[in-house]
């Protein structure tokens, strides 16, 4: 990665941390994104806050944790990060929060059922709740990594703790988290009112089939001409 790679990686880590509180995903200094990088991963600074974070203070790391050069403190998560992205290579980034109806889901140790067709979409059923695992060594990374492992959410809720999504690059990752939030949100509300009904697993499958592989822009096949 050349430096101006690694300077444009900064700068849009720091714009992308902007849409956790935007989102409402974090508090005071509580969250933070990670990106796979050559050699290691680039993570929030601890305890700065989110308008006070630069392209700067953004600390690179190695896969084990370890600040590489002289930099500000890491972020209390950055070994769970380092342990997700060694056992999981497909990951590019990884988002922590603690968005208040996907923790309060957690707090009950209940995963999110899979009630809603965008829930389906991105999700491909149920978010699963991990259990509960100590803050500041690997064990996190290694719940997260036993659940996602094999599993098509790209998002889990721990035990007690807060929501880690993964995804291909860290705005990917992003993304499953505000979603995340969203479908919370909506599924606490619609079981205050009642008896949700979950969709069928059928349903399930081909709503997720059809968001992935179709849903959006698609580049044209090879030889193709639009006009």
Request: with cysteine; aromatic share 4%; hydrophobic share 45%.
């Given at each position: 990665m050349?430096?101006?790679?690694?300077?444009?990686?900064?700068e849009e880590l720091t714009e992308m941390h902007l849409e956790l509180p935007r989102n409402g995903l974090v508090t005071w200094t509580s969250?933070?994104?990670s990106a796979r990088m050559?050699?290691?991963?680039?993570?929030?600074?601890?305890?700065?806050?989110f308008?006070?974070?630069?392209?700067?203070s953004m600390v690179h790391t190695d896969?084990?944790?370890?600040?590489?050069?002289?930099?500000l403190s890491p972020s209390s998560d950055t070994a769970t990060h380092a342990y997700i992205y060694r056992h999981l290579p497909h990951v590019?980034?990884?988002?922590?929060?603690?968005?208040?109806?996907?923790?309060?889901?957690?707090?009950?140790?209940?995963?999110?059922?899979?009630?809603l067709t965008a829930m389906a979409d991105e999700f491909g059923g149920p978010i699963p709740c991990g259990g509960f695992a100590p803050i500041g060594g690997e064990e996190i990374g290694a719940e997260v990594v036993r659940i996602l492992t094999g599993h098509r959410s790209p998002a889990v809720i721990l035990q007690n703790h807060g929501v880690f999504t993964i995804g291909p690059t860290p705005r990917a990752a992003l993304k499953a988290a505000v979603m995340c939030e969203d479908v919370a949100r909506t599924s606490?509300?619609?079981?205050?009112?009642?008896?949700?009904?979950?969709?069928?697993?059928?349903?399930?499958?081909r709503l997720y089939d059809r968001y992935q592989g179709v849903y959006g822009q698609r580049p044209a096949p090879q030889g193709e001409h639009t006009s």
């Open positions: 050349t430096l101006t790679d690694l300077h444009a990686l900064r969250g933070n994104i050559d050699g290691g991963m680039l993570i929030k600074p601890s305890g700065v806050t308008a006070d974070l630069t392209p700067e896969l084990h944790a370890r600040p590489l050069g002289a930099q590019g980034g990884i988002v922590h929060t603690h968005s208040p109806y996907a923790t309060a889901w957690a707090a009950n140790a209940r995963e999110i059922p899979c009630f606490f509300l619609a079981a205050q009112l009642g008896a949700p009904l979950p969709l069928a697993p059928g349903d399930i499958d």
